[in-house]
């Protein structure tokens, strides 16, 4: 009746109501009395300029909770239940504010110590007053540069905002729900992420003698597999295959399955039977390679991996990446720092003598490790890898604990400065001798 004659506090009143009816129903008593002392004095016209004066009030309150219910309901999608979203480390500012302390050295993500190449810097400096513009969509230039350093041609390439972005864009543009892509296991956390994204599966293959084993993942091969990735070298361990035995894989491989040859490290190896993968990949349709600005070349911050592959996986992956993917500044710097070959070489040397030192001390300590390949080693601590971790930082050094790859008293530790490797060493030791107390 009051929603007929008068229309505004008749709305307002079938608004109330439908609030209280959807609250949750654990009212306590006094609640209950006073909505119900509410709603019947509202029945009485002689408390009407009390609810007209209050109106903002309950309108207010309506409409938050109304808000809140419809925040509710926005459905996310169920693949994201899979996913472990990726836990970053705090910034070193920030530890070192914490902990009181200051020169915190981070060995935990595999950069190159040595920092980018001057000329890097100076290409970033000279491109700051052109920033108002969009980058160059199509990398026109460092593709035109990267082509004859690698032997190919520019079709085959493409850009992106790291080899992690390419990785994510491969499952958007080759995975469909109930695919399955193949990794080893442990390896690179992007590929399961890339696959879950697309409601697709990971099936991974254990390594065998922490190496992937390319015959057991030839046998994991089923009609619904879409893409296997070939951390080469792998990421934690450090351990590549050989040329032979990836064309050992490719005999297996079913056409219409790509290999993705990961070799975001490959220019620490120094073995001879490391795969041409350049070479594997011209003559096929179905390889593709990745490889990163973020490591010896010092680019990290900057974001800038590639990928190179048969012309119609580069138009696959053009077509699912955005316009302007690559920022200016991480292309100007990229184009410079292929150009600086002595930069290079000094991050590969320092690389190797940092290697020989951390191994050689590791053997000194009787700690078992992986031969690397790679800028960083896996380690075993023989105690807890969260604990050491902890002791570590407290002396300002960060690692990444081994419990993430399923080896919890492992330790990966990026190779760092001669004055880092022995600080590292020196606090190791240290933390090792406290917790086998
Ligand atoms: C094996 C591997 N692939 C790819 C990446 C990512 O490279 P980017 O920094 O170019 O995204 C990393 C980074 O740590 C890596 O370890």
Redesign the pocket.
């Known amino acids: 009746m009051v929603n007929i004659y008068i229309p505004y506090h008749g709305l307002l009143f079938s608004l109330f109501r439908c609030s209280v009816k959807k609250r949750e129903p654990n009212f306590s008593s006094r609640a209950g009395f006073g909505r119900f002392f509410v709603e019947t004095a509202f029945l009485f016209p002689a408390f009407w300029p009390c609810f007209f004066a209050l109106r903002k009030q309950y309108l207010n309150k309506i409409l938050l909770q109304k808000g809140l219910e419809s925040m509710k309901k926005i459905t996310r999608r169920s693949c994201l239940e899979k996913i472990t979203p990726y836990v970053p480390g705090k910034p070193v500012e920030e530890v070192e504010r914490e902990l009181g302390i200051s020169g915190v050295i981070k060995m935990a ?2 950069e190159n110590p040595m920092g980018p190449s001057p000329l890097a810097l100076q290409a970033i400096e000279k491109h700051l007053h052109r920033l108002h513009f969009y980058p160059d969509g199509n990398c026109y230039y460092l593709k035109q540069e990267l082509a004859p350093f690698l032997g190919v041609k520019s079709g085959n390439i493409v850009v ?8 994510t864009l491969l499952g958007a543009a080759y995975l469909e729900p109930g695919d399955e892509i193949l990794v080893g296991h442990p ?2 956390s ?1 590929y399961d992420f890339s696959a879950r994204l697309m409601e697709a599966e990971p099936r991974r293959v254990p390594l065998h003698e922490h190496r992937f084993d390319l015959k057991a993942m030839a046998k994991e091969i089923n009609p619904r597999t879409r893409l296997v990735f070939l ?1 080469n ?3 934690p361990t450090g351990t590549t295959v050989t040329h032979a035995e990836v064309e050992g894989l490719l005999q297996e491989l079913p056409p219409e399955v790509l290999l993705v040859m ?1 070799e ?2 490959c220019e620490y190896v120094d073995e001879e039977s490391y795969p041409r993968s350049l070479e594997l990949a011209k003559g096929r349709e179905n390889v593709l390679v ?1 490889r ?4 010896i070349y010092g680019l ?1 911050g900057l ?3 590639y990928g190179v592959g048969s012309e119609e996986i580069i138009k696959d992956l053009n077509t699912v990446r955005e316009p302007f993917n690559v920022n200016a500044l991480a292309q100007a710097a990229a184009r410079a720092a292929l150009e600086d070959r002595e930069h290079f070489q000094a991050g590969f040397e320092a690389n190797a003598e940092g290697k020989k030192f951390l191994q050689e001390e590791f053997e000194r300590m009787a700690l078992s490790y992986v031969p690397t390949q790679a800028n960083f080693i896996f380690v075993d601590t023989g105690v807890d890898s969260r604990a050491l971790f902890q002791e570590l930082l407290q002396r300002g050094v960060i690692v990444r604990t081994g419990d993430i790859f399923g080896f919890p008293t492992f330790i990966r530790v990026t190779i760092g400065t001669r004055e880092q490797n022995r600080y590292f060493i020196k606090c190791l030791e240290e933390v090792l001798k406290e917790l086998s107390k």
Do not use: M, V
């Open positions: 993500s595999n992106g905002n790291g080899a992690d972005e390419l990785i390896s690179f992007e951390c070298p792998n990421n990961d975001a490290y990745l990163t600005f973020s490591k990290a974001r800038i991996g």
